[in-house]
C-alpha cells in the first residue's frame, strides 16, 4: 500500500510505500481481528493522512495497474476514524478476495427515527464527545453478511437539545392567562440560558458557562476561547466541549443558515427530522456541539442537531409539518377556552412515558381547569390516524395515560379543533 496525494490516480505523483509491519497492522484491524497495538498503528496512520491531505492506495491490482483507492475519514458521531472506499465507475475495484473489497460498518446515526423509536432522557451529563477519539472502525464479521443497515436509534445531540427543552419548560404553552404579554426570541434563549446553569456537562461545570446563543461565538472564536480557558478546569475522563444553540431558518448537508450571522460549517452532515421523506420547513432551534478536531488544529464545531420548532418566538418541538398545523390551532383554541373560564394549556412530550402497558410518547398532552370549581381533566391530541393495526397498541398505551383523540386534515380545515377538544374530555365541565 502508498501514501498518495489527494485527487490523484495513485501513478502519477509521489508515492510512499507503507512499511509492511504498519501495512498487516492495519489489514488486521480492519479485519476486526487487531490487538490494541494494531489498533493505535492504524490510528495515527489514518489520522496523519487525514492530516497530511494523503489517500490510501491499496496495492492488491499490483504495483503497475491505477490502484483502489480509500480515503482517511473522521466520524465525529462515534469519535472513530474509519478508512472508506473511493469507488465510482471511472476507478478500479479492489480484488474480491482483498480485505479493503468491503466497507467498514461504522456506528452512524441515522438521519431520521421511526415514531415509535423509544426517546428517553439522556442519562449522566449533558455531554456528547469523549476524551479521545481512539477507534478505528473495525470490518464486520463474514458470517453476518452485507447488510449495512444501522438501528434508527435517536440521536444523542437530539436528546440533549430536548432536555434542555424540557427543562426550560420551553415546550409547554401555558394558558392565556399565564402567557407573558409578548413573547419574544431573546426571551426564548433566555430560558434556555437560564435552564443551563442548572444542568452539568462535567463533574464540576455547568453548562451555562459553556453554552452559546448566537452564531457570532463561533465566527468571532469567542466561543473556541471560552472552551480553551475552561479546558484547563475539565477532570480527567471528559472531553472540553461547547454548544451553540442557533436560530436558523435553514440549513443544506453540513451548512446551517442562522439568523443575524453569516453560516455556520459542521465537520458533518446535519441531522434533522426533517430529511427526504419527511420535508419539515423551518424554523429551526439547532444545536452544535463545539470540540477538539485535529484538521482544525483546535476546537471546530464537529456536529448538529436541527430540530424544526412552531416559530421564533415559540420553541415548541414539531415532528412534521402537520404537527405544527395541529398545534397553531391547538393554540388558537385557547382563546375559546379562556371565554368559557377555562385555563387551557398544552405541552409537547419531547421524551417517553411509563405505563403499564409500556412506554409511548403523546404528540401533545392537552390540560383544561375550570376556573370555577378547580376541576382539571387531560387529553392526549394525537397528530394524524393512529387507529389502525400497527399502531392499535400505542393507542391503548396512550389511553393509559389519557382519553385520546386523534386530529386529521380535515379536522383543521373544517374548523374543528374546539369541538374535537371539548367532547375529548368526556364530560363538560
Known amino acids: ?16 510505500p507503507l512499511p509492511s509491519p504498519l501495512r498487516e497492522a492495519l489489514v488486521t484491524w480492519y479485519r476486526g481481528e487487531g490487538t490494541r497495538d494494531d489498533e493505535d498503528a492504524g490510528i495515527t496512520l489514518v489520522q496523519q493522512a487525514r492530516i497530511g491531505d494523503k489517500w490510501l492506495a491499496c496495492d492488491c491490482l499490483g504495483a503497475d495497474q491505477p490502484p483502489p483507492i480509500l480515503t482517511p475519514a473522521f466520524l465525529s458521531e ?45 442519562a449522566g451529563y449533558f455531554e456528547v464527545l469523549r476524551p479521545a477519539p481512539e477507534k478505528l472502525a473495525q470490518r464486520p464479521d463474514d458470517d453476518g453478511g ?9 440521536p444523542r445531540l437530539a436528546r440533549l437539545l430536548w432536555r434542555l427543552l424540557a427543562a426550560s419548560r420551553l415546550n409547554i404553552s401555558p394558558p392565556l392567562a399565564d402567557e407573558p404579554a409578548e413573547r419574544t ?3 426564548e434563549f ?25 452564531g457570532r ?25 461547547g454548544f451553540l444553540t442557533v436560530f436558523a431558518s435553514e440549513f443544506r448537508g453540513s451548512t446551517i443558515y442562522p439568523a443575524g450571522c453569516d453560516p455556520i460549517r459542521v465537520a458533518n452532515r446535519v441531522q434533522s427530522p426533517a430529511v427526504l421523506g419527511n420535508p419539515v ?16 488544529r483546535g476546537y471546530a464545531p464537529l456536529r448538529a442537531y436541527a430540530q424544526p420548532i412552531f416559530a421564533g418566538n415559540r420553541f415548541i418541538p414539531v415532528e412534521t409539518e402537520f404537527e405544527r398545523r395541529v398545534l397553531r390551532s391547538l393554540l388558537e383554541a385557547r382563546k375559546a377556552f379562556d371565554r368559557d373560564g377555562i385555563d387551557f394549556a398544552i405541552e409537547k412530550p419531547v421524551f417517553d412515558r411509563l405505563t403499564a402497558l409500556g412506554s409511548c410518547r403523546p404528540d401533545f398532552l392537552c390540560e383544561a381547569r375550570s376556573r370555577s370549581t378547580g376541576e ?16 392499535a397498541a400505542l393507542r391503548r398505551s396512550l389511553e393509559q395515560i389519557a382519553p385520546t383523540i386523534t386530529i386529521e386534515p380535515i379536522d383543521l380545515e373544517n374548523g374543528l379543533i374546539y369541538h374535537r377538544l371539548t367532547t375529548g374530555f368526556e364530560q363538560p365541565f
Open 376 to 391: 382539571i381533566r387531560q387529553l392526549i391530541a394525537q397528530a394524524g390516524h393512529i387507529e389502525i393495526d400497527e399502531h
Open 217 to 241: 461565538a463561533l465566527h468571532s472564536r469567542r466561543a473556541y476561547a471560552g472552551i480553551r480557558a475552561l479546558a484547563s478546569q475539565w477532570p480527567r475522563g471528559h472531553a472540553p466541549q
Open 146 to 154: 452485507d447488510d449495512r443497515t444501522r438501528s434508527a436509534s435517536v
Open 281 to 296: 420547513k423551518g424554523p429551526y432551534l439547532v444545536i452544535v456541539v463545539v470540540g477538539e478536531y485535529p484538521e482544525a
Open 1 to 16: 500500500m502508498w501514501l498518495i496525494d489527494r485527487h490523484t490516480d495513485g501513478l502519477c505523483g509521489t508515492r510512499i
Open 78 to 122: 462515534a469519535e472513530t476514524y474509519y478508512l472508506r472506499r473511493l469507488t465510482s465507475s471511472k476507478r478500479p475495484e479492489h480484488l474480491p478476495d482483498c480485505p479493503f473489497f468491503r466497507d467498514q460498518v461504522t456506528n452512524r446515526i441515522t438521519q431520521t427515527r421511526d415514531p415509535r423509536t423509544p426517546a428517553d432522557p439522556p
Open 190 to 214: 433566555r430560558a434556555l440560558s437560564r435552564a443551563a446553569t442548572h444542568i452539568d456537562i462535567a463533574p464540576g461545570i455547568e453548562l451555562g458557562r459553556a453554552l452559546w446563543t448566537h
Open 185 to 187: 426570541i431573546v426571551e
